[in-house]
């Protein structure tokens, strides 16, 4: 594999589920269709994919749509904020001022209490909350 275009987007956690979810599933017909067990050439990568998505379903990424990520980033689009600080709210999914704080650069500087209060309400009314401790979401 070639890296063709370094650092031309960001992925969010979410993205990176959803791919790895889907290249298995490829594997695994691909495999059917050639009457094998699976079709990867490298069990280094297949134990790396199983690794990363083991633990990606143990983030808010598990519980998040592209249709709750898109209208988070309409909601939020209000907010002069970067797109690292973005990525983040997006795969942290704070759920307290202090850990927007650890989000968001110099925040009490940039905002008012009122637009963080406000922010948090945006995150919580579009993220959902990740999976509870000990809960796997797809797991397979």
């Known amino acids: 594999m070639k890296v063709l275009n370094p650092r031309t987007a960001f992925l969010s956690d979410y993205e990176v ?14 495999g059917q269709s050639q009457g094998t067990a699976h079709a990867m050439k490298s069990s280094n990568l297949e134990t790396i994919m199983k690794e990363v998505r083991d633990y990606l379903q143990t983030t808010p990424a598990a519980t998040q749509s592209e249709e709750a990520i898109s209208n988070f980033m309409h909601e939020i689009s209000t907010f002069a904020l970067e797109k690292a600080e973005l ?24 905002f008012s209490e009122e637009e963080s209060a406000e922010m948090l309400r945006v995150v919580k009314r579009n993220l959902p909350p990740g999976p509870k401790e000990g809960d796997v979401i797809g797991s397979g």
Do not use: F
Request: hydrophobic share 40%.
């Open 87 to 110: 990525l983040m709210m997006v795969n942290c999914r704070p759920s307290s001022i202090a850990e927007l704080d650890c989000i968001v650069e110099e925040m009490d500087q940039r």
């Open 17 to 30: 589920l959803k791919h790895l979810t889907e290249t298995k599933a490829r594997y695994i017909a691909l």
